[in-house]
């Protein structure tokens, strides 16, 4: 798999999928379909993925969209385009395996929605996340900030078209950990090998399973939840991990395999 706005570097599972269009990583077309195929495909990057990290080539994470590209956009093709956006960032949230995102400098509309459509983010000190589609004459991204906060906060950020810093963020429990910009992808690394040491036919499923129970209410998403265990309980890896635990061990996990439960939202019991 290629691109041209996009680097994949790929180490013991870790897929490290870096935003490089400069100067500020504005997103085209383009891009977005860069993004779609790199996120929707994670075993074409390099063998074995097992978790991603989204972060960006120089002084930002992402400015936006390209503003150049933006200016040509009317009510005859909007639907189109905007098509293109919504399936990128649908791409990330739909990964088949989990995607933490590295933020530093600014993540300001789309770059605030790519790093929400996330699992989880760590972000330099420096990071600022904003939303000023009204300050260009646009929508959108107020949804996805509403995903970490609560909606007094979503709508002063998009009202004023201010930044929150990435200390504010955390304090509302919307990124995990903020530290200095030069110790962020060590940081995230370090993060990404916590995940990439399980197994990864759990992972995969783990990430289905907490898609699919996100918006479920409380009865119907643990049933799947046990839906899941029974699913993933015949397998290897299930009997190796309650092994290298019993015996204070390192696991080894066999192959990935994917593991299927029938189509559709979670059954009430």
């Given at each position: 798999?290629?691109?041209?706005?996009?680097?994949?570097?790929?180490?013991?599972?870790?897929?490290?999928?870096?935003?490089?269009?400069?100067?500020?990583?504005?997103?085209?077309?383009?891009?977005?379909?860069?993004?779609?195929?790199?996120?929707?495909?994670p075993?074409?990057?390099?063998?074995?993925?097992?978790?991603?990290?989204?972060?960006?080539?120089?002084?930002?994470?992402?400015?936006?969209?390209?503003?150049?590209?933006?200016?040509?956009?009317?009510?005859?093709?909007?639907?189109?385009?905007?098509?293109?956006?919504?399936?990128?960032?649908?791409?990330?949230?739909?990964?088949?395996?989990?995607?933490?995102?590295?933020?530093?400098?600014?993540?300001?509309?789309?770059?605030?929605?790519?790093?929400?459509?996330?699992?989880?983010?760590?972000?330099?000190?420096?990071?600022?996340?904003?939303?000023?589609?009204?300050?260009?004459?646009?929508m959108g991204?107020?949804?996805?900030?509403?995903?970490?906060?609560?909606?007094?906060?979503?709508?002063?950020?998009?009202?004023?078209?201010?930044?929150?810093?990435?200390?504010?963020?955390?304090?509302?429990?919307?990124?995990?950990?903020?530290?200095?910009?030069?110790?962020?992808?060590?940081?995230?690394?370090?993060?990404?090998?916590?995940?990439?040491?399980?197994s990864?036919?759990?992972?995969?499923?783990?990430?289905?399973?907490l898609?699919?129970?996100?918006?479920?209410?409380?009865?119907?998403?643990?049933?799947y939840?046990?839906?899941?265990?029974?699913?993933?309980?015949?397998?290897?890896?299930?009997?190796?991990?309650?092994?290298?635990?019993?015996?204070?061990?390192?696991?080894?996990?066999?192959?990935?395999?994917?593991?299927?439960?029938?189509?559709?939202?979670?059954?009430?019991?």
């Amino acid at each position: 798999m290629t691109f041209n706005m996009l680097d994949v570097d790929v180490i013991d599972g870790i897929a490290a999928v870096w935003l490089n269009r400069p100067p500020v990583n504005a997103v085209t077309v383009a891009m977005y379909d860069e993004i779609k195929r790199a996120f929707q495909r994670p075993d074409d990057l390099g063998a074995e993925v097992r978790v991603i990290v989204l972060a960006g080539r120089g002084a930002h994470f992402c400015g936006g969209n390209d503003l150049e590209e933006f200016a040509t956009m009317d009510q005859d093709n909007a639907d189109e385009r905007m098509w293109h956006v919504r399936e990128a960032f649908f791409a990330i949230e739909d990964c088949p395996v989990p995607v933490i995102a590295a933020v530093h400098g600014s993540a300001l509309g789309t770059g605030l929605a790519l790093a929400a459509s996330c699992d989880y983010v760590l972000a330099a000190d420096d990071a600022r996340f904003g939303l000023p589609e009204i300050t260009v004459g646009v929508m959108g991204g107020a949804r996805h900030l509403a995903w970490w906060a609560a909606q007094p906060t979503v709508r002063r950020a998009f009202f004023t078209g201010e930044s929150l810093t990435a200390q504010n963020l955390q304090l509302l429990g919307a990124i995990h950990a903020v530290v200095p910009k030069e110790e962020l992808m060590t940081a995230v690394i370090a993060e990404a090998q916590l995940v990439a040491r399980h197994s990864p036919t759990a992972m995969r499923l783990a990430k289905r399973g907490l898609n699919m129970i996100e918006h479920a209410d409380l009865k119907s998403g643990y049933t799947y939840e046990q839906r899941l265990t029974a699913l993933m309980s015949s397998h290897g890896d299930s009997k190796e991990a309650l092994a290298s635990r019993r015996e204070r061990r390192l696991p080894v996990y066999a192959a990935r395999e994917d593991l299927f439960l029938p189509p559709g939202a979670p059954a009430q019991r």
